[in-house]
Structures are given as structure tokens and as C-alpha cells.
């Protein structure tokens, strides 16, 4: 069985949806959804990271394991390194970072994640994909691509459209044979490796792409990428999106 952690950062600040963990979606507010989906999946410490005092208290209220982080981080990754330190986690600790935002995760791709990363000890991070099966998403800057070797690591991510169909003219052709696959931005980390990461400097790949995990191919970390047993489910960014997320979890409880 695969030992992991699971943290879950969560901010009050939002430019579209402030103090959105704390949003109520039906009868709960969404930190503890989300939280509740890292219990399913058996890890064996669940570690709620915030910046926000309000946030801190709500969990607490639901009996999570709370750690207040800083507020002047400037990246997800940076929260998790000092998450890290402050539980005293060891480098070899495999840490699966679920967003805050993301109550619909299903608990097994938590696992799925971290057993990447159990089973490729030469790897410091393990993610997840999903394969394009339209022109739309694959021409997207919004979605995110991998291209992956023969053993599942990345070669490279990117908002371009890779691997490029070199004779194709028309953008709106999506060629049946095209093995593009959309990166799920869900990842298992090393500690050590997130420490490494809190230590290093921004990589001109990594400012180009907009793309942290860029960092650590440039860093030469291997990143394990599996395709993923489910997908996501829908996350919650605008007002829009609470309404239809309240509706799924509904859903979902029921068939529990």
C-alpha cells in the first residue's frame, strides 16, 4: 500500500471568488468537500495549508489538521515547501497537492498520483493526463499539453499544440492518429524536492510557458506521467460554477 500525504492549499484571496474555500456548497463550505475527498483516498495525514485566519478556524471547526503558512508566497509550490518544514516531513515523504478549489477530485486519482511516484523512485514528481480527442482543446493556450517517452516521463509541457502534425495546414483538423495528451494538474511531490524547488530560481522556459513544472525538466527532475483512471470533475472559479458544483455534489453523495 502506498504510504502519502495529502495538502490542500487554500487562500481567502481571489480576483474572481474571494474567500473561496469558505463558499457554502450545499450546507458545507468547500474546504471541508474538498477535504472530505482526501479522506477517501487513505492517506495517512491530511494537511490543510492557509494564509487566511478565517480559513484556519472553518477547518479547524470540521476537525481538520490545520497549518497557518505565509502569505507572501508567490507560487503553490513555495506553500508546500514551507508546509513541508513546518510538519517536518522527510525528503523521501511522497506529497500529493489537491487544491482547494476542486471538491469533484475523485479520491482514487489522489492515489493514482501518489503510486506514480511510489513506483519511479527515480522520479521527484508525478502528475497526470488525459487524451485530446478534439481540435479545440488541443489548439486551447488554456490546456495544457505533454508529450511523455516510452516509460511515461515528461519531455516537455507546453500551451502550444504538441506534438505537431508537421503537414498540417488547417488548425481545424484534429488527425484520428495525433497522440496528444492534456496535462491534469494534479501532482505527488518528493519534500525533498519541493524544498529543492523553494531554494532554486525561475527558469526562462518555466517564464515563457507560464508553466512551473518546467522548472524541474530544466532542473533535469524526471516527472512521472500516468494517464488518469478518471477525470477531474468540475471545479469552482465563478459564481456560475457554484451553482453547477453544488448540483454535481448532490449527485455524488447520493450514490455514497
Same mark, same amino acid.
Request: glycine letters at 6%.
Given at each position: ?19 473561496? =474555500? ?6 458545507? =463550505?468547500?474546504?471541508?468537500?474538498v ?20 480559513i ?47 471538491p ?61 502534425e ?35 530560481? =525561475? ?24 494517464v ?14 457554484v ?14
Open positions: 500500500m502506498t504510504a502519502f500525504k495529502v495538502a490542500i492549499p487554500a487562500r481567502y484571496a481571489s480576483s474572481r471568488l474571494p474567500g473561496k =474555500p469558505l463558499i457554502d456548497l450545499g450546507g458545507k =463550505p468547500m474546504i471541508q468537500h477535504y472530505e475527498r482526501a479522506v477517501e483516498s487513505g492517506a495517512e495525514e491530511i494537511v490543510i495549508a492557509t494564509d487566511d485566519q478565517r484556519y478556524d472553518v477547518a479547524e471547526g470540521f476537525g481538520a489538521e490545520v497549518c497557518m503558512t505565509s502569505a507572501e508566497h508567490h507560487s503553490g509550490s513555495d506553500r508546500l515547501a514551507e508546509l513541508v518544514d513546518l510538519c517536518g516531513w522527510s525528503d523521501d515523504t511522497i506529497v500529493v497537492n489537491l487544491q482547494g478549489d476542486e469533484l477530485t475523485p479520491s482514487s486519482i489522489l492515489l493514482q498520483a501518489a503510486r506514480g511516484l511510489d513506483e519511479h523512485p527515480e522520479a521527484g514528481i508525478s502528475t497526470l493526463c488525459a487524451p485530446i480527442n478534439s481540435a479545440s482543446q488541443l489548439y486551447d493556450p488554456h490546456t495544457v499539453k505533454v508529450v511523455r517517452n516510452q516509460q511515461g516521463f515528461a519531455l516537455y509541457f507546453s500551451r502550444a499544440p504538441i506534438p505537431w508537421r503537414d498540417a495546414l488547417d488548425v481545424e483538423a484534429h488527425p484520428e492518429h495525433n497522440q496528444a495528451f492534456r496535462h491534469i494538474g494534479l501532482y505527488a511531490y518528493r519534500a525533498g524536492y519541493l524544498r529543492e524547488y523553494s531554494r532554486s530560481e =525561475p527558469c526562462d522556459l518555466e517564464q515563457i510557458e507560464s508553466l512551473e513544472q518546467l522548472r524541474a525538466l530544466w532542473q533535469g527532475v524526471k516527472i512521472f506521467v500516468d488518469a483512471e478518471q477525470l477531474p470533475g468540475h471545479g469552482v472559479d465563478t459564481p456560475e460554477d451553482e453547477a458544483v453544488t448540483a454535481l455534489l448532490k449527485q455524488y453523495e447520493n450514490k455514497s
